[in-house]
C-alpha cells in the first residue's frame, strides 16, 4: 500500500481480555517496528522484525506481550490478558531494510483497557 | 529505558513567535532526528542529521547536531498555526545484524495561541 496501514483505530477492551492489533506495513519494506507511546510520554521501543524474524524483541514489557510477522509483510501484536497500564498507543513503523532508509509510521491502534 | 532528555515539555506560544526546544542524551549517538506528530497520526520525519556540530535547515525549522553527539536543538521561526503538535527527537542506535532501531524523547507539545 501507500503508507502503514494499522488496525483497528481505535480498541477498548475489558481488563483481562486477549487483543490482537495489526500492522500492514508499506510493500516491499523488509525491517518492521513496533513501538509504544503512553499518554504524555516519548515512543518506547517493543520489538523490531527483519523478515518473519524479530532479532530485536528487547523492549516488549512482558511475557503478555508476543508479536508474529508472516510473509514478510502482516504483522500482528498480541497482548494477553490486558492490564490498565496497557492502556497506550501502539504505533507499527516500516522501513526498506537494515540500515536506516527512514522509517513511515502508521497512524497507530488507540488501546483503553477499562 | 528512556535515554532522551527533551525540554522544554510543553510551549504555549504566539502565531509568530520563534520556538527552540532541545534534547540530550547520556549516550552518543551518531544521527540525530527530529519527528513532528499531529494529533490522530503517527510521527512523520522533519529533519535528520548526521555529522556531529552539523546545522541543517529545512524551511522555517533549523537544527543542530551537538559537537559532542550528546545533544541536538530545533528551532521554528516564525511560528504558524499548522506548527502545533508534537515535536520528538530521537537518535539512531545500532541493534545486531546491521539493523537500527530509533530512540525517542518525551516530545515537546506546542500550542499556539490565537
Known amino acids: 500500500g501507500a503508507g502503514v496501514s494499522q488496525s483497528p483505530s481505535n480498541k477498548v477492551t475489558e481488563k483481562g481480555k486477549d487483543v490482537e492489533l495489526r500492522c500492514d506495513p508499506i510493500s516491499g519494506h523488509t525491517a518492521l517496528y513496533w513501538y509504544r507511546q503512553s499518554l504524555g510520554q516519548g515512543l518506547e521501543f517493543l520489538i523490531y522484525f527483519q523478515g518473519n524474524s524479530a532479532p530485536d524483541k528487547s523492549g516488549l514489557p512482558s511475557d503478555r506481550f508476543s508479536a508474529e510477522r508472516t510473509g514478510g509483510s502482516v504483522s500482528t501484536l498480541t497482548i494477553q490478558r490486558t492490564q490498565q497500564e496497557d492502556s497506550a498507543v501502539y504505533l507499527c513503523a516500516s522501513s526498506l531494510g537494515v540500515g536506516f532508509y527512514g522509517y513511515t509510521f502508521g497512524s497507530g491502534t488507540r488501546l483503553t483497557v477499562v | 529505558g528512556q535515554q532522551l532528555n527533551q525540554s522544554p515539555q510543553s510551549m504555549f506560544i504566539q502565531e509568530g513567535e520563534d520556538v527552540s526546544m532541545n534534547c540530550t542524551s547520556s549516550s552518543i549517538f551518531n544521527t540525530w532526528l527530529w519527528y513532528k506528530q499531529d494529533p490522530g497520526e503517527g510521527p512523520v520525519l522533519l529533519i535528520a542529521?548526521?555529522?556531529?556540530?552539523e546545522l541543517t535547515s529545512n524551511g522555517r525549522l533549523t537544527a543542530q547536531f551537538g559537537i559532542t553527539r550528546k545533544d541536538s536543538f530545533l528551532n521554528i521561526s516564525a511560528s504558524i498555526p499548522s506548527d502545533v503538535g508534537i515535536y520528538f527527537c530521537a537518535g539512531l542506535q545500532s541493534i545486531i545484524q546491521g539493523a537500527q532501531k530509533l530512540v525517542f524523547g518525551q516530545g515537546t507539545r506546542l500550542t499556539i495561541n490565537p
Open positions: 542529521l548526521y555529522k556531529a556540530g
